[in-house]
């Protein structure tokens, strides 16, 4: 099955500086792969997604990129607020017709950003 | 929309006893799933429905355990007995269509002393 590995576990940066975290796929059909942050005290919000036919998006401070030959892709975060600390997961689907298939998380980035 | 609703949103329990957690999934959403959430094992799918019938039921981790999804707007998780490794944020979610987006509720931490 698919495993998604996740780095780094815990990311301090101060307020103004941007954060990368990095996270690796091991299925090549996965073509999906959604971000999601988790605020404390409550559930997963997915704030960030990208598909396989496209290799960067971007939303306001917030970009995803994506490595299908490597098998990589990770979350970009510019100009870091306090409200941006949370626990980030990454997770990777394949996604097409026949139904749902599973999605893999990773093990989720502790963000701390520093005023 | 109200989102995801869970129940209770915390609970303490003595070992041995019955626990039941509920959710109710977003109107028009057919696919419901049941995660847990440890440090030690972060976020792990128990169960999901589609359409009210379950489909994988392979991360259920014992008998212990059971869910149920009686109707679309409903599920109950239960854990019979409970055991202290059982302690953990129990989180319902649920998808339109099954290539849609997760919505997850806002979680049930248990604790089992």
């Known amino acids: 099955g698919e495993n998604v590995e996740q780095h780094p576990s815990t990311l301090s940066v101060q307020e103004g500086d941007s954060a990368v975290i990095k996270c690796t796929y091991s299925d090549s059909a996965s073509n999906y792969f959604p971000w999601y942050k988790q605020e404390l005290g409550k559930g997963p919000q997915l704030i960030i997604d990208?598909?396989?036919?496209?290799g960067e998006k971007k939303d306001q401070r917030i970009a995803v990129t994506l490595n299908k030959t490597a098998k990589h892709f990770s979350l970009h975060i510019t100009e870091t607020q306090p409200e941006d600390s949370a626990v980030y997961f990454c997770?990777?689907?394949?996604?097409?017709?026949?139904?749902?298939?599973?999605?893999?998380f990773g093990t989720g980035t502790k963000l701390q950003v520093i005023p | 929309d109200a989102g995801v609703i869970q129940s209770p949103r915390h609970e303490v329990t003595e070992m041995g006893q019955e626990v039941t957690l509920r959710c109710k999934p977003i109107?028009?959403?057919?696919?419901l799933f049941w995660y847990r959430q440890t440090m030690m094992r972060g976020l792990e799918l128990l169960i999901y429905?589609?359409?009210?019938?379950?489909?994988?039921d392979s991360g259920m981790p014992e008998d212990r355990f059971s869910a149920k999804m009686p109707n679309a707007s409903f599920s109950t998780l239960k854990i019979q007995p409970s055991e202290p490794r059982d302690s953990a944020v129990y989180f319902c979610?649920?998808?339109?269509?099954?290539?849609?987006?997760?919505?997850f509720g806002e979680g049930s931490r248990l604790t089992v002393l």
């Open positions: 109107s028009g959403h057919d696919y």
């Open positions: 990208i598909r396989s036919n496209v």
């Open positions: 979610a649920s998808m339109r269509g099954g290539g849609g987006e997760l919505f």
């Open positions: 997770a990777a689907r394949r996604s097409g017709s026949g139904g749902y298939q599973k999605v893999t």
């Open positions: 429905f589609n359409n009210n019938v379950p489909i994988d």
